[in-house]
């Protein structure tokens, strides 16, 4: 994540992204999945020993309900380029199942 975070602006010219909008969309949800996998990858070292292993109550930097409405909040946000907005509607994250929203009439988001 570090190499790719290094090399955003690099990724970002190959990929021909000039809006600065949508630039900005895609910095922010790097940094968001970024921060989330440094968060994991900092517990991992922790389980290498099965009694520390045991023990081990580490904190999440944030709850999964927090990420997700992190996530949706960014991937809402118009960019004003009609094209990567309608995209980016798609891809919104769920808590819970497509069957739990259609039970719940969608009141579970």
Do not use: E, W
């Given at each position: 994540?570090?190499?790719?975070?290094?090399?955003?602006?690099?990724?970002l010219?190959a990929?021909?992204?000039?809006d600065?909008?949508?630039?900005?969309k895609?910095?922010?949800?790097?940094n968001?999945?970024a921060?989330?996998?440094n968060?994991?990858?900092?517990?991992?070292?922790?389980?290498?020993?099965?009694?520390?292993?045991?023990?081990?109550?580490?904190?999440?930097?944030?709850?999964?309900s927090?990420?997700?409405?992190?996530y949706?909040s960014?991937?809402a946000?118009?960019?004003?380029?009609?094209?990567?907005d309608?995209?980016?509607?798609?891809?919104?994250?769920?808590?819970?199942?497509?069957?739990?929203?259609?039970?719940?009439?969608?009141r579970?988001?």
């Amino acid at each position: 994540m570090s190499a790719y975070q290094s090399d955003q602006q690099a990724v970002l010219q190959a990929a021909q992204v000039s809006d600065s909008n949508t630039q900005t969309k895609i910095t922010l949800l790097a940094n968001l999945v970024a921060g989330t996998v440094n968060a994991i990858t900092a517990a991992i070292p922790s389980c290498n020993d099965a009694a520390s292993g045991r023990n081990l109550k580490a904190q999440l930097p944030y709850s999964i309900s927090t990420f997700v409405a992190h996530y949706n909040s960014i991937l809402a946000a118009p960019t004003g380029n009609p094209g990567v907005d309608a995209a980016t509607r798609k891809l919104k994250l769920h808590q819970h199942s497509k069957l739990v929203r259609t039970v719940t009439f969608g009141r579970l988001q």
